[in-house]
Nanobody, 124 residues
């Protein structure tokens, strides 16, 4: 089992920045890939960014490319999401996720463990 705890969400004006963190604990040696997803009420969970846990290869949704940066610190078992140039449409609950069987995936169903989520609100 892996436990994931997100932090860093909050309220920010459009154009501002936030940095989300996700700390993993438990069976972290089994993690192959991690990702960030977001969800708004009534909508499906949407892929934001992912990273291969060992190689550090990052990939992004087109909607955040050039504005968000995903990274990880294996020594701290922590993944980050630096969000710049935030827009009102980025408002959502952001979740981190960890996968055992895959290295990289945009599909929520491929991830085995999820955090509790952190709210990001961007005002216009």
């Amino acid at each position: 089992q892996v436990q994931l705890v997100e932090s860093g969400g909050g309220f920010v004006q459009a154009g501002g920045s936030l940095r989300l963190s996700c700390v993993a604990s438990g069976r972290t040696v089994a993690i192959n890939g991690m990702g960030w997803f977001r969800q708004t009420p009534g909508q499906e969970r949407e892929f934001v960014a992912g990273i291969s846990w060992r190689g550090g290869v990052a990939y992004y949704a087109d909607s955040v490319k050039g504005r968000f940066t995903i990274s990880r610190d294996n020594a701290k078992s922590t993944m980050y999401l630096q969000m710049n140039s935030l827009r009102p449409e980025d408002t959502a609950v952001y979740y981190c996720a960890a996968g055992f069987q895959m290295v990289a995936s945009r599909a929520a169903g491929e991830y085995n463990h999820w955090g509790q989520g952190t709210q990001v609100t961007v005002s216009s």
